[in-house]
T-cell receptor
Framework: ETGVTQTPRHLVMGMTNKKSLKCEQHLGHNAMYWYKQSAKKPLELMFVYSLEERVENNSVPSRFSPECPNSSHLFLHLHTLQPEDSALYLC???????????????FGPGTRLLVL | AQSVTQPDIHITVSEGASLELRCNYSYGATPYLFWYVQSPGQGLQLLLKYFSGDTLVQGIKGFEAEFKRSQSSFNLRKPSVHWSDAAEYFCAVDTGRRALTFGSGTRLQVQP
């Protein structure tokens, strides 16, 4: 496989469930991101991991818990979500080069989440 | 704070016609600018980017964009639209804070 993959592609969960979203990148990148895309709002950054350390939280509710065990994998653990959390969750990766180097982010296909 | 404005929520063009999607940004220094395309049910695909140098950048699928500092714009163009170009297009700016700020998107519909 190439690029950025995400599983599952679709997920339906109740408000009391616990589930996890998985992202895997095959690009040799060292930074990974979670974004949320809602129907009525622009894409919102949730989390950034660079060199496997979280560097940006962006004030996301604690019912979302990220995990980055290595530079190729990123998880988003979900628990006690609300219906308004229904959205498309996109993972992205980039190569972080430090200093003032800018990066190009490459996105996965997303997980469409519905919270009932 | 940085922001990106895509003033057109929805655009319809005929197949074969030219296309221009507008993007304006707000940022004090020179931004790094991107255009992404999203087909229904899919993730975002990078079309092109501007980091520095030539202000007219070429991308994939026959798209190009021009950076105009004086107008704070980065408009996307294509001389002849194909039916497969129907999708949503997002302009984004990287201001160096490890995050992209996206516009709200422009949905393109292509008429036969």
């Amino acid at each position: 496989e190439t690029g950025v993959t995400q599983t599952p592609r679709h997920l339906v969960m109740g408000m009391t469930n616990k589930k996890s979203l998985k992202c895997e990148q095959h690009l040799g990148h060292n930074a990974m991101y979670w974004y949320k895309q809602s129907a009525k709002k622009p894409l919102e950054l949730m989390f950034v991991y660079s060199l496997e350390e979280r560097v940006e939280n962006n004030s996301v509710p604690s019912r979302f818990s990220p995990e980055c065990p290595n530079s190729s994998h990123l998880f988003l653990h979900l628990h006690t979500l609300q219906p308004e959390d229904s959205a498309l969750y996109l993972c992205a990766s980039s190569r972080f080069s430090g200093s003032s180097g800018r990066e190009t982010q490459y996105f996965g296909p997303g997980t469409r989440l519905l919270v009932l | 704070a940085q922001s990106v404005t895509q003033p057109d929520i929805h655009i319809t063009v005929s197949e074969g016609a030219s296309l221009e999607l507008r993007c304006n940004y707000s940022y004090g220094a020179t931004p790094y600018l991107f255009w992404y395309v999203q087909s229904p049910g899919q993730g975002l695909q990078l079309l092109l980017k501007y980091f520095s140098g030539d202000t007219l950048v070429q991308g994939i699928k026959g798209f190009e964009a021009e950076f105009k500092r004086s107008q704070s714009s980065f408009n996307l163009r294509k001389p002849s639209v194909h039916w497969s170009d129907a999708a949503e297009y997002f302009c984004a700016v990287d201001t160096g804070r490890r995050a992209l700020t996206f516009g709200s998107g422009t949905r393109l519909q292509v008429q036969p």
